[in-house]
């Protein structure tokens, strides 16, 4: 197992375009997370599943924002009609049940919108 | 609300100089308190995490502790490679999702 990929790594968009992200998991792992991150702060919490279904988002999410993870296995995210304030880094951390033993991250999807 | 308040902000040391970052917290029924390591570009590394006060682990240079209202990362003779930005973050019982601070940012020249 190679840990968490995600995909794309950096991703430049014109304002008003959709994007989609995609987040591996470890296998074992049945739950996922998505943050995001801003230069000089701390993820912030965006969404979380356990296997296929979507339990808790943040009241930051705006209803442009939409995550799936059919089957339980890869998630996507998708920005629709993006806006500059959404450039930053996008991660996605997989865990076990209960997250006790800390969350493995992917390297994340940088996103620019221009 | 949860939060979780790091610092310093940044943090400069020489090889060898020995110091602590400090994680302040307030957080409605802790279920653990986690440190991770993030090197520029790159996701979070899991460090540690510490469950009740009292508690201390150690992993190379590194050793943390937790009280009931803070938690401390205690880099012992760091070297340059030691350098990146420490996060730490708490996770309540009533929530699925960790609250992470901003973040120290560690630079250890030789």
């Known amino acids: 197992d190679t840990g968490v990929s995600q995909d794309p790594r950096h991703k430049i968009t014109k304002r008003g375009q959709n994007v989609t992200f995609r987040c591996d998991p470890i296998?074992?792992?049945?739950?996922l997370y998505w943050y995001r991150q801003t230069l000089g702060q701390g993820p912030e919490f965006l969404t979380y599943?356990?296997?296929?279904?979507?339990?808790?988002k943040s009241r930051l999410l705006s209803d442009r924002f939409s995550a799936e993870r059919p089957k339980g296995s890869f998630s996507t995210l998708e920005i629709q009609r993006t806006e500059q304030g959404d450039s930053a880094m996008y991660l996605c951390?997989?865990?076990?049940?209960?997250?006790?033993?800390?969350?493995?991250f992917g390297s994340g999807t940088r996103l620019t919108v221009v | 609300e949860d939060q979780v308040t790091q610092s310093p902000e940044a943090l400069r040391l020489q090889e060898g100089e020995s110091s602590s970052l400090n994680c302040s917290y307030t957080?409605?029924?802790?279920?653990?308190l986690f440190w991770y390591r993030q090197d520029p570009g790159k996701g979070p590394e899991f460090l540690f995490t510490?469950?009740?006060a009292g508690e201390e682990k150690e992993k190379e240079r590194l050793k943390a502790t937790l009280t009931k209202k803070e938690s401390f990362l205690h880099i012992t003779a760091p070297k340059p490679e030691d350098s990146a930005t420490y996060l730490c973050?708490?996770?309540?019982?009533?929530?699925?999702?960790?609250?992470f601070g901003a973040g120290t940012r560690l630079t250890v020249k030789p």
């Open positions: 599943f356990q296997n296929e279904a979507q339990l808790e």
């Open positions: 957080v409605s029924g802790l279920r653990g």
């Open positions: 951390a997989s865990s076990l049940p209960g997250g006790y033993y800390g969350y493995t």
């Open positions: 973050a708490v996770q309540a019982w009533n929530n699925n999702d960790m609250r």
């Open positions: 296998s074992e792992h049945n739950r």
């Open positions: 510490l469950y009740s």
